[in-house]
């Protein structure tokens, strides 16, 4: 199961651009986190599904050194050399995504050269629904595809990680790659980011997740992002110091022994570890509460994770928070910002007999508030794939 337009968008352009058809296409979707903020570089867990909107990347050989780069949807070409390790200009930033791959993925073996590549998406760029780990998941899965390797899901995510941190400037973990590679028709995908193992966990069938879009500007890469990872690690180092036991990460602090020695640390790191702490104890309560089919507690579970975000982690924005407020008083089940934070997307978690409803009602408080937001009921889908002709 995959998106067809974008697949259908990538060959088009490839075609006209290149006069030669693809030989390799390759998909990945976007994601939506669901609970589980910021945990994943804590070595902590998470909640997520991919969804039914993605990133096709389509190749074919050329008969000239480099890499022909195509964006569809921009209606750009860049030419670049696979093998060196600069970024591209301001103007090509889309491009820094694939050129990243292509030169991470060298030192496994995976060397391309000599390829027309055209890439093609449906997921809205700074909507925080992983647009360019989908981009780069996808870039991976064709270039694997048209080398004849082959490299373990882990293996791909970390280099679409790296292609992330040093090509793009976000020292994310590894949420937004694991989505789009593991995902789950219909279910969500449980991530444990410290063992590096997911599994399904299936959703109540009359569950749906909205996005609300509230359209404002969003680039993790000049967010404090970075500076809130920093703020991680400092709690971290100061807990290892004060605790019997060995602190490598976030995960190895209990709820119990933060609340006893948050007091001893640096107060901002505190207030930032606390919301950590906090959503990996709510993942693992929330897998609880949908085993029992609880939806009602388990929306509860989305709206403490935007209350610590607001209050503890202070990775929100009013837009986001008027977003989630709107789905409150339109009796949603849950709200609370998915994704880095500072702009993206609100996840509204409805009965699928309310979804529609909710939409309209959460768009029209937008409106009132200057907003223009724009929702989607969206559909788990399944991971990254290669397309077969
Ligand atoms: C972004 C990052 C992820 C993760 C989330 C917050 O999506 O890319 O690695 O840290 O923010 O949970």
Same mark, same amino acid.
Not at 35 to 45: I, K, S, W
């Given at each position: 199961m995959y998106d067809p337009k974008p697949v259908e968008l990538a060959n088009q352009f490839h075609q006209a651009t290149y006069a030669t058809p693809a030989t390799v296409q390759a998909y990945a979707p976007g994601r939506i986190?669901?609970?589980?903020?910021?945990?994943?570089?804590?070595?902590?867990?998470?909640?997520?599904t991919a969804i039914n909107r993605g990133t096709a990347v389509v190749l074919s050989p050329s008969d000239t050194s480099g890499v022909n780069l195509s964006a569809a949807n921009l209606d750009q070409s860049v030419h670049f050399d696979p093998t060196t390790d600069e970024t591209m200009s301001d103007e090509y930033q889309w491009a820094n995504y694939v050129k990243g791959v292509f030169n991470l993925l060298r030192p496994h073996g995976i060397e391309v050269d000599n390829v027309n590549c055209t890439f093609a998406g449906s997921i809205p760029m700074g909507a925080g629904l992983s647009s360019s780990a989908a981009l780069e998941v996808a870039t991976a899965y064709a270039l694997?595809?048209?080398?004849?390797?082959?490299? +373990?899901?882990?293996?791909?995510? +970390?280099?679409?990680?790296?292609?992330?941190?040093?090509?793009a400037g976000c020292n994310c973990g590894l949420l937004d790659q694991f989505s789009s590679i593991f995902?789950?028709?219909s279910g969500l995908i449980h991530s444990d980011f410290r063992t590096l193992e997911t599994t399904s966990v299936e959703l109540p069938a009359e569950a749906r997740f909205i996005m609300i879009n509230p359209h404002i500007e969003h680039a993790l890469a000049e967010s404090p992002?970075?500076?809130?990872?920093?703020?991680?690690? +400092?709690?971290?180092?100061?807990?290892?110091?004060?605790?019997?036991?060995?602190?490598?990460?976030l995960r190895d602090v209990s709820w119990e022994e933060f609340?006893?020695?948050?007091?001893?640390?640096?107060?901002?790191?505190?207030?930032?570890?606390?919301?950590?702490?906090?959503?990996?104890?709510?993942?693992?309560?929330?897998?609880?509460?949908?085993?029992?089919?609880n939806l009602h507690a388990f929306g509860q579970?989305?709206?403490d994770s935007h209350e610590t975000s607001r209050t503890a982690f202070e990775n929100s924005c009013p837009e986001l928070d008027l977003i989630v407020e709107a789905a409150r008083e339109a009796g949603a089940l849950g709200a609370r910002l998915s994704g880095g934070g500072w702009g993206g997307s609100v996840v509204v978690?409805?009965?699928e007999s309310e979804a529609k409803a909710l939409c309209q009602s959460i768009i029209k408080t937008g409106r009132t508030h200057r907003l223009?937001?724009?929702?989607?009921?969206?559909?788990?889908?399944a991971g990254a794939q290669i397309i077969n002709p």
């Open positions: 986190e669901i609970l589980g903020n910021h945990t994943d570089y804590n070595a902590g867990t998470t909640l997520s694997i595809e048209f080398a004849g390797g082959q490299l +373990k899901p882990i293996t791909i995510a +970390k280099v679409a990680q790296a292609a992330e941190q040093r090509f995902g789950v028709p992002y970075n500076e809130r990872r920093s703020s991680c690690e +400092k709690a971290t180092a100061q807990f290892n110091s004060l605790l019997d036991h060995p602190v490598e990460t609340t006893q020695y948050r007091d001893r640390i640096d107060p901002e790191a505190a207030q930032r570890a606390e919301h950590v702490i906090a959503e990996i104890t709510r993942v693992a309560h929330g897998i609880e509460l949908l085993e029992q089919q579970l989305l709206y978690l409805a009965r223009d937001p724009s929702a989607e009921i969206t559909i788990p889908s």
